[in-house]
């Protein structure tokens, strides 16, 4: 199913809604990056600031909210990690 959406009241976009295995995956993302930042032992403000992002973003990501693959990439480029590091965390394994 797709979520009708009005913009500008002359544009219609369809956007699909996320089926259970994607806000399972969403979640499991939002998760990942909040693990990310405490176990550096930083506050969301002291991370954001490293990372280069405001604390309101990272706050989003932290929530599911915002998180693309591609900001999750370079994420993980300013960490240090790999893509595959990030994605091979045992949260991921969880059904």
Not at 48 to 69: H, N, P, Y
Not at 85 to 91: K, L
Request: glycine share 4%; proline share 2%.
């Amino acid at each position: 199913m797709a979520d009708i959406i009005f913009y500008k009241s002359t544009h219609l976009a369809c956007m699909p809604t996320l089926d259970n295995i994607d806000i399972a995956l969403k979640e499991k993302i939002a998760r990942r990056i909040k693990s990310l930042r405490e176990s550096s032992g930083k506050k969301q403000s002291a991370f954001a600031s490293d990372t280069e992002k405001d604390r309101q973003t990272l706050s989003r990501w932290e929530t599911g909210r915002g998180a693309t693959i591609y900001t999750i990439n370079k994420l993980c480029k300013e960490l240090g990690i790999s893509l595959s590091q990030f994605f091979d965390d045992p949260i991921f394994k969880e059904k």
